[in-house]
């Protein structure tokens, strides 16, 4: 599975990069940076939320997952573990019983649908709310279904670190429960049966890796949505009377798109925002405690939710739509949290997700506090026009890499020009012998 330390789903491809600054400005930890013409990621500040790979124009980021044939020969027994997100990517579906048996017939021994550990998060989620369950978190609770949101409060919330719900995602819970019910079907041991989320973004695919909240994941492979697509579409077509293996509702389902996951709590004092601009907003108001009216707040680094991954294959409105139209057929909830099936301990994380201090500029309080005052004064400098032809997204974040060493004063085109004209002022007093003559 790699590096669990430093692995990143999203990976640039240098022959594609172009040097063009699209990406740099909408990264929302500023991980991005242009040198030598070529495109460049900080690794240790990157959430992998994907925003860089939708922006280029180039297709030169892209995100690095895996393919079921990469596993062959390694599992007894494999389940496909489908994000709610996926039932959306397909047109005229009226039952989800097609997508769970084109699985099958892709190469599956079975499935296990997240939408169903998701109702499961939500009854548990409300039994906290209600205090009802032994866990104690500060409000307002922050969703941690988002692991691009879980990695931005990291980076650069960490005061918001003690609001984040430490619950087991859906998608690491159906890996839980669908290895359990293998193994009960089959007499194999969990390491035999293999559990392959099918993922609508990198994000989700960097946390199967470098999970949060746990030491390691129950997920052993995430693939792509849009690379299993059409394979599935395919399969889907020839079936004539699929299997009933749905076990999941309007409250799984509903979990695609944003907002759904906040309205199955059946409370009115929550707020739920998507598309990462606007989460950052809304963690700012939080960090400044100015929505001490809300219980519970759910936040999407994808325009619409999940359902908008850069993994995806549908436009996310598309998908949002035909979701909506799905659920109507659907009872509203299939699932709840049973304490004789689930201990409440196996819901809950292992451990907290600490401090990213990548945005630090020094671990020394003082040394940190000069290196602030000078970048106050470089930027004091530049023209303020965050126009990102230095390769930097902003005026301040130029000034912060002079500081940390990593770029020069001159990379600003304005410095440059005004050095650049002060040189031609003073060749132009001297000719070929000396300085000119004044009249």
Known sequence: ???????????????????????????PTEAIRVREGKALIISERCIDCGECI???????????????????????????????SLYGQFNNLD????????????????VFEVATAAEIVSDYTRRILAGKTALEVKRPMISTACPAVVRLIQV???????????????????????????????????SEIGTFFISPCPAKVTSARTPIGMHESYIDGVLSMSSVYKKLVSAM?????????????????????????????????????????????????????RLPECEFVELNACISGCVGGALAFETPFIAKTRLQILRRCLPVSRNAYNAEELR????????????????????DFGSALHKRRQ?????AQLPGLDCGSCGAPSCRALAEDIVRGSAKETDCIFILRRKVFGMYQELSNFDNYGPRDKE
């Open 344 to 363: 409440e301990e196996e819901l809950h994380w292992e451990k907290g997700p600490a401090f990213n201090p990548a945005l630090l500029l020094d671990d």
């Open 375 to 379: 970048i106050d004064e470089i930027e």
């Open 237 to 289: 077509n020839k079936i004539t009377e699929p299997e009933p293996l749905s076990h999941s509702g309007i409250v799984g389902i509903s979990w695609a798109s944003s907002g759904g996951e906040a309205a199955a709590l059946l409370r009115d004092k929550y707020l739920a925002a998507d598309g990462i601009e606007n989460v950052k907003k809304v963690l700012e108001e939080l960090e400044d405690d």
């Open 54 to 84: 939708r922006l280029c124009p180039h297709h030169a980021k892209k995100a690095v997952y895996d393919r079921k044939s990469d596993f062959d020969g390694k599992f007894q027994y494999t389940v496909a573990l489908p994000a709610p």
């Open 95 to 110: 039952d989800v019983d097609y997508v769970l048996t084109g699985l099958k017939h892709i190469g599956f021994d079975d």
């Open 1 to 27: 599975m790699g590096d669990r330390r430093v692995y990143h789903s999203v990976t640039l491809d240098r022959d594609r990069c172009m040097g063009c600054t699209n990406c740099i400005k909408r990264c």
């Open 156 to 190: 650069k919330f960490p005061d918001l670190l003690p609001n984040l719900l430490p619950v087991l995602t859906p998608a690491e819970l159906a890996g839980k429960l669908a290895k359990r019910e293998a193994a009960k079907k089959t007499g194999l041991s969990p």
